[in-house]
């Protein structure tokens, strides 16, 4: 180390692997980003200790708060192997956003935390910018977030996300609201692909596959196998908040993460009710079948691994579902009935499945 990093002959916090200014000029870089996420109610500045957000200059009147946070999982290591960083930040606000949404309320701001072995400000800023694309897209401010560089805590070119999301609803507008009943339907909106979830399993697959991340995907022949498994997830909040303002139509909403519709659904269903789902009413993502034929994957563990296509079911009373339909599509959507709320036992599995998925290997 250069004697010129010392005082005095003594160690310095940057000996020890941490740089303050770089730190602070990525701060810089990322103003702008996060000014291009401004809405009523906040400015969207950072550099002060916290964000602020000024609930009745959005808008609302008596509203409850709605809090979420995650990650993206082990996607992480598809985006450090491959250099990819562009997209990851839009996963990481889509996981929490789709979250806050589902209950009902709007996304309103969000904060990032991203650490790392040694920071890599060009890194960092790629992933702050997919941080900011995504919060545009779900219409939230990004208020703040955190910059932790910890050499020993991480290898170097390894980095964590956490993404923090709060959002509001005026008082008794939450979902899911408590008629929802049986013969009620059920509406799937498509995936962009495996979104955040099961990506353990994905790069075993790979692994056993013996592609390279940096060879054609088999399933989208067009693009490598490591850009088509980095398809950020899909934000719903503009489609579903559109939806939700045009009337109060919609009973329940299930964002479908880790563990599939079998554990998802029935988290918004009241108890001695279950759903019935047509799995042939499905478009399931080519990608899917690639996963099942690659890595010998049954179709009941694709189920609870994967959303296989569909990554958000909205639940409504049969005789609203047109106008929900329209609503949606009118957003750009392409809601799917794909199946209905049924009475159930408690013997009775909470989710059973008709039909078959479509689970197509792609042809060489």
Not at 23 to 42: F, H, I, P, Q, W
Request: aromatic share 6%.
């Amino acid at each position: 180390m250069a004697e010129s990093t010392k005082t005095g002959g003594g160690l310095t916090y940057a000996d020890a692997g941490v740089d303050i200014d770089a730190g602070n000029a990525l701060v810089e870089r990322l103003k702008a980003l996060v000014r291009a996420t401004r809405r009523s109610g906040a400015d969207a500045e950072i550099g002060g200790f916290g964000g602020l957000f000024d609930l009745k200059a959005a808008g609302y009147v008596d509203p409850i708060l709605v809090a979420a946070n995650d990650g993206v999982g082990t996607k992480l290591k598809i985006a450090i192997e491959t250099g990819l960083h562009d997209t990851i930040g839009i996963d990481l606000v889509a996981m929490s956003v789709n979250d806050v949404v589902v209950q009902g309320a709007e996304p309103l701001f969000f904060l990032d935390y991203f650490a790392c072995g040694k920071l890599s400000g060009d890194t960092a800023y790629e992933v702050v910018k997919g941080i900011a694309t995504g919060c545009i897209e779900a219409g939230c401010a990004l208020v703040g977030g955190e910059t932790a560089e910890m050499p020993g805590m991480y290898a170097d070119g390894d980095y964590d996300l956490a993404g923090f999301a709060v959002g509001a609803a005026e008082r008794g507008k939450l979902l899911p609201r408590r008629d929802v009943t049986a013969g009620d339907v059920l509406l799937g909106l498509g995936s962009s692909g495996v979104h955040s979830n099961g990506y353990s399993l994905v790069r075993r697959i790979v692994a056993r596959s013996g592609l390279g991340l940096d060879a054609p995907a088999p399933f989208a022949p067009e693009t490598t196998l490591g850009r088509a498994l980095l398809a950020p997830t899909k934000l719903y909040v503009r489609p579903l908040i559109a939806a939700l303002k045009a009337g109060h139509a919609i009973k329940a909403l299930a964002h479908i993460t880790g563990g599939g519709l079998p554990d998802n659904l029935p988290r918004v269903l009241p108890d001695g009710l279950g759903a019935e789902i047509d799995l042939s009413a499905i478009s399931v993502p080519p990608v899917f079948g690639w996963l099942a034929s690659a890595g010998g994957v049954a179709e009941p563990e694709m189920l609870r691994t994967f959303n296989c296509g569909v990554g958000m079911v909205v639940v409504v009373g049969a005789g609203e579902a047109a106008s929900v339909e329209a609503a949606l599509k009118a957003e750009g959507e392409a809601p799917v009935r794909i199946g209905e709320i049924v009475t159930i036992s408690r013997a009775d599995d909470p989710v059973r499945f008709t039909g078959a998925l479509a689970l197509d290997a792609p042809t060489p």
